[in-house]
């Protein structure tokens, strides 16, 4: 099973790494942008099953179809959009390049401050009123017109930090069907999801899982 990155490429890249190695440009800004929105909508679904669920889902069936004719996008695809649209203004830089500081004063890359830009606009999404009138996971915004155009001062609490996981990741040099598993779990699928998501058996998952935990042990020994 490919990765969606080698998919939605038409091969160009095996893994994610290879994409976001590259200098940001016209030509992969694109796929940048739609790969962060998955990995952010991955992580947010651990917390929010009932909003950011609908938005993946709608998100991976928006990139699967979105170049049939008449196709309408869901609200998924805003997130990409957000992505992408942040990451164009760092055209000819690349997302490991130094964005800014924090709040804190910790510097922080391209690539992170993008993470923070998305996860704003999918916060913005579940604050939303439904169309029952309801308010989705209601996050209290105090003065919410008053906030910083500048995302990476949107946050009052620190967000979630990719770095040290694509560093171990980078690491392990992983195959690009186990760089998948490894992704599906981490984004907090059971092995039946795992299954469904990449459209193979529980054995080959297994002996994959295990790979992947010998890789690691040799590297940083045991748990």
Do not use: W
């Not at 669920?53 to 990139?63: A, P």
């Not at 500048?150 to 609490?157: G, R, S, T, V």
């Amino acid at each position: 099973m490919e990765m969606l990155v080698t998919k939605f490429s038409n091969g160009k890249y095996r893994n994610e790494g290879e994409l976001f190695a590259e200098v940001i440009s016209a030509e992969n800004v694109k796929l940048m942008g739609e790969m962060i929105a998955l990995q952010a909508l991955r992580t947010h679904k651990k917390f929010d099953m009932k909003v950011a669920d609908r938005l993946y889902i709608g998100l991976i069936k928006d990139l699967h179809h979105m170049g049939e004719i008449d196709y309408i996008v869901s609200d998924g695809y805003d997130v990409a959009q957000t992505a992408i649209c942040f990451l164009y203004q760092y055209v000819g830089h690349t997302v490991h390049e130094i964005y800014g500081k924090d709040r804190k004063g910790k510097e922080i890359s391209i690539k992170l401050a993008c993470y923070r830009e998305v996860d704003r606009f999918i916060n913005l999404l579940r604050n939303r009123p439904d169309r029952r009138g309801t308010i989705v996971e209601s996050i209290d915004f105090t003065n919410h017109k008053a906030l910083p155009t500048d995302p990476i001062n949107c946050f009052e609490q620190e967000q979630t930090d990719y770095t040290k996981y694509d560093e171990l990741v980078e690491a392990l040099q992983l195959s690009a069907l186990k760089l998948a598993i490894l992704n599906c779990y981490m984004s907090g699928m059971g092995q039946s999801k795992v299954c469904a998501e990449l459209g193979i058996g529980r054995g080959t998952i297994n002996h994959r899982k295990a790979s992947i935990r010998q890789r690691y042990y040799s590297l940083y020994g045991s748990l």
